[in-house]
């Protein structure tokens, strides 16, 4: 059945829309931390109003049409389902612009089109280094089996005699290249160099499948992850050139913390520590209790977030509990269930089958089964080195509370003596000064790395004592 707005777009004379609307539109914006432009081409045929997408900045997308399209005298909407993406506008005559709300990815922002072409936003990244002064900058490519991790070494040119710190940096969840890029925020290229400018060396590396490391990033494990870093360590102790003028570190973030305890807990070259807003407590706890803070601070119900807790709370259950093999039945029965109980928000746009595809695909994998039954206790217990604990006040992504308590209980004797555990209330979990403090805010903000995060790193790893 027709809806009352493609009703009325057939009841327009075409010239109306003609008039007011047809031709070419301009916009500039930005969203996650990237600046945009597109254009819109409105138009007709025997069917009615048309919406055609042209990327003057993206040269893999050229003109592409749209779907479910309605343009009248106030209104202006179109889905690009394949890429699926939303506009929801209207045409302001008095000012003689279209502005509405665009949709794609769970993101939601404002964007305004004009008649007249639009310059490209400019994204500030002040943090961001403009030269190497103070070190050198050394390529390399790191073996790890059939892997090669492509890889960059930061070497302070005015290091002191003898052996200095060398930090080997461990990135999250999700494909990341060597700097970490994010929303275009590049946190590891910025920690790196503020590293190197004082005195301490560090390794970054490319995810295996990213950048110019082979392999394939989505079917590896945690383990798989762990045993990249450890080729980091390996490499550095055989190199002519590092191997005994370093002290070898690990700086995890988030998930990277969690391969960094996986590979201190064995090999013994590893001297010292920082997890960085990274697990005190279970890869269970952590993304049960996310999913329900994430969906709240984006502004949706109580309601929606206790669900969405529980739901990846039975799906941990659950393929902790069956193999790969056997876990269907029981995921597709427990999903079933929730389906019935979701918030009419969520059943008005996802169907029950998407659904159930969604939460199989994201947690029948060994990557998540390895996540969720990861315990940072049974890693702490036999770490003897000096661990730096930080984690920020406002992060939804990696509640601070519970993760400082899990490191304060589990972190052993001789850890303790030398570790230090930091709460650092205004920060996200990306160690930026936050307002809304979400996860569509990181893009938003100029300041890629707090300087007292940076501050505290140096000066925590230059004050300990390494045998």
């Given at each position: 059945m027709l809806n009352k707005q493609f009703l009325i777009l057939f009841l327009l004379p075409v010239q109306l829309i003609a008039q007011n609307l047809s031709g070419k539109w301009y916009s500039s914006f930005r969203i996650a931390g990237t600046a945009q432009r597109i254009d819109l081409l409105i138009g007709q045929n025997e069917k009615g109003a048309t919406v055609d997408l042209v990327f003057p900045d993206l040269d893999t997308l050229k003109r592409h049409s749209t779907d479910q399209v309605v343009v009248n005298d106030t209104l202006v909407a179109f889905s690009w389902t394949k890429r699926a993406l939303k506009f929801d506008g209207k045409f302001i005559a008095s000012e003689g612009i279209i502005r509405g709300e665009m949709q794609q990815s769970g993101l939601d922002w404002e964007v305004t089109f004009y008649r007249d072409p639009q310059p490209v936003i400019e994204i500030k990244r002040p943090q961001e280094p403009n030269s190497a002064d103070g070190y050198s900058v050394r390529e390399v490519q790191i073996p790890n089996g059939d892997v090669a991790l492509g890889a960059t070494i930061f070497f302070p040119k005015l290091s002191e005699n003898g052996k200095i710190p060398l930090v080997i940096m461990a990135s999250g969840s999700g494909p990341q290249n060597r700097d970490c890029e994010l929303m275009g925020h590049k946190p590891f290229l910025v920690m790196a160099d503020h590293l190197a400018k004082n005195g301490i060396a560090v390794l970054r590396f490319d995810d295996r499948g990213m950048g110019k490391s082979t392999g394939v990033f989505q079917t590896a494990s945690l383990?798989?992850?762990?045993?990249?870093?450890?080729?980091?360590?390996?490499?550095?102790?055989?190199?002519?050139?590092?191997?005994?003028?370093?002290?070898?570190?690990?700086?995890?973030?988030?998930?990277?913390?969690?391969?960094?305890?996986?590979?201190?807990?064995?090999?013994?070259?590893?001297?010292?520590?920082?997890?960085?807003?990274?697990?005190?407590?279970?890869?269970?706890?952590?993304?049960?209790?996310?999913?329900?803070?994430?969906?709240?601070?984006?502004?949706?119900?109580?309601?929606?977030?206790?669900?969405?807790?529980?739901?990846?709370?039975?799906?941990?259950?659950i393929i902790s509990n069956y193999t790969a093999e056997k876990v269907q039945d029981p995921m597709y029965t427990f999903l079933d269930s929730m389906y019935v109980l979701a918030p009419q928000e969520f059943r008005d746009e996802t169907e029950p089958m998407a659904f159930k595809f969604q939460i199989m695909l994201f947690g029948n994998n060994d990557w998540m089964r390895q996540f969720v039954t990861f315990e940072s206790k049974d890693y702490l217990k036999k770490i003897k080195v000096p661990i730096l604990v930080v984690n920020g006040g406002q992060d939804i992504q990696v509640p601070p509370t519970e993760a400082l308590e899990g490191y304060d209980k589990h972190i052993s004797k001789r850890s303790r003596a030398q570790s230090k555990l930091i709460l650092a209330p205004d920060l996200n979990h990306l160690f930026q000064k936050c307002n809304t403090c979400d996860i569509q805010e990181y893009g938003d903000l100029e300041e890629t790395v707090s300087p007292f995060v940076l501050h505290t790193m140096t000066q925590w790893i230059k004050g300990i004592q390494l045998d």
């Open positions: 383990k798989d992850f762990a045993s990249d870093i450890n080729a980091c360590v390996k490499f550095i102790k055989r190199d002519k050139e590092l191997g005994k003028r370093v002290q070898i570190g690990i700086a995890g973030h988030s998930e990277g913390g969690m391969h960094a305890l996986m590979v201190a807990a064995k090999n013994k070259d590893v001297r010292f520590i920082l997890e960085l807003a990274s697990v005190g407590t279970s890869g269970k706890d952590v993304l049960i209790r996310q999913q329900y803070l994430i969906p709240l601070k984006a502004g949706l119900s109580e309601e929606y977030a206790r669900w969405n807790s529980a739901v990846f709370a039975g799906m941990c259950r």
